[in-house]
């Protein structure tokens, strides 16, 4: 199976929900939710993709070279790149019918352990949106994350609990979904959560906890006041708030701010393996991919998203490779293109 086949055949399984165009840049799915696209005018999707296209890289090939090393440890445990599954729930609402939350998971979750890293879940309205996909997780020995969107605390310290007896390898949760007025319709409401929310939350568990959807430096410090393992720099793909910055605007501010603190993901926009650099320069120590990963699913199940995933370790090691990096700590911000003044 070559990469061009599951694109071609994620058209025919996927439908109208999402075009599978040959660029995912959120442009002719503008304002489609239900569907894959951003709120109102797309801006906040749109913007994730420009912004990075913007940025240019620094080629530099006259070093001594020695093998490039994609690998990542997080969790205590090794990866093969610092490239992980964004959660995706509801793939029927906003994909098609032809996989549901348990047969995507199992895509996901399944497909990214085989290509050396680690896929996380989702959550929903209905319970079987969160348990089912962590169903999965639990047949792969706790290859996963599972994310829980901000419910009420009982609620989140109970599917909490439940991650746990699936032996996850960390758990989640979207603080950005708070604004989902989707959920709220369907009889589920979410809300924020204060930060001694979050402590009494993170606290409960031994597993390390990820706080997703943070795009200031002061969501940052609280969220590392509350004693989260990391952060997921995101504008939720830009679904919940239109006219955001893009993820990769903020992020040198907030690595700037909590960088060697806590492990810094970011979403939005990431699309090749010389975004992975580019990312990672301005601070990450990893990225999540979340549409490219879901076609990839619906366009050849795990096998699918495993050649996803190396396609994109490769790209990311041939751009170490022509930028002098042997490694993920090699990556600066002297990668980085700046034109003088």
């Known amino acids: 199976m070559q990469y061009g086949d599951i694109l071609n055949s994620a058209r025919e ?37 420009e912004k990075l296209k913007e940025i240019k890289i620094n080629m530099d090939t006259i070093y001594e070279f020695k093998e490039v090393d994609t690998s990542v440890e997080l969790f205590g445990k090794k990866f093969n790149y610092p490239v992980f ?7 029927n609402l ?10 995507y998971s199992r895509a996901i979750v399944s497909g ?15 319970d079987e949106f969160y348990e089912l996909p962590l169903k999965t997780v639990k047949e792969v020995d706790g290859w996963g994350i599972p994310t829980i969107k901000p419910w009420k605390k009982d609620e989140v310290l109970r599917k909490i609990k439940q991650a746990e007896e699936a032996g996850a390898l960390a758990i989640a949760m979207d603080v950005d979904a708070a604004g989902l007025s989707l959920l709220a319709a369907l009889g589920k409401p979410v809300s924020p959560k204060s930060v001694e929310e979050l402590k009494e939350i993170i606290s409960s568990t031994k597993i390390p906890f990820i706080i997703k959807g943070i795009m200031t430096v002061k969501g940052a410090l609280k969220a590392l006041e509350a004693g989260a393992y990391g952060i997921v720099v995101s504008n939720h793909g830009g679904r919940v708030l239109d006219q955001t910055p893009a993820a990769v605007e903020v992020l040198p501010e907030i690595a700037k701010a909590v960088k060697g603190k806590m492990k810094i993901f970011i979403d939005g926009g990431i699309r090749s393996g010389i975004d992975v650099v580019k990312v990672m320069a301005l601070g990450a120590d990893a990225v999540l991919i979340g549409r490219p990963y879901a076609v990839a699913a619906y ?19 041939d751009t170490m490779i022509m930028v002098g990096c042997s490694t993920l700590a090699d990556i600066n911000e002297t990668v980085i293109y700046k034109a003088s003044k």
Request: aromatic share 6%; proline share 2%.
């Open 112 to 126: 990214c352990k085989q290509g050396g890293t680690a896929g996380f879940t989702g959550d929903g309205v209905k």
């Open 85 to 91: 599954a964004a959660p995706i729930g509801g793939l």
């Open 13 to 49: 399984t996927i439908g109208k929900k999402c075009r599978v165009c040959k660029e995912c840049n959120g442009v002719v799915c503008k304002g489609e939710i239900p569907g894959v696209g951003g709120k109102d005018t797309g801006e906040g999707f749109k913007i994730n993709y």
């Open 94 to 103: 906003h994909y098609s019918e032809i996989l549901n939350d348990e047969t």
């Open 299 to 317: 366009g050849g199940g795990a096998e699918a998203v495993k050649i996803y995933t190396e396609k994109i370790g490769k790209e990311l090691r």
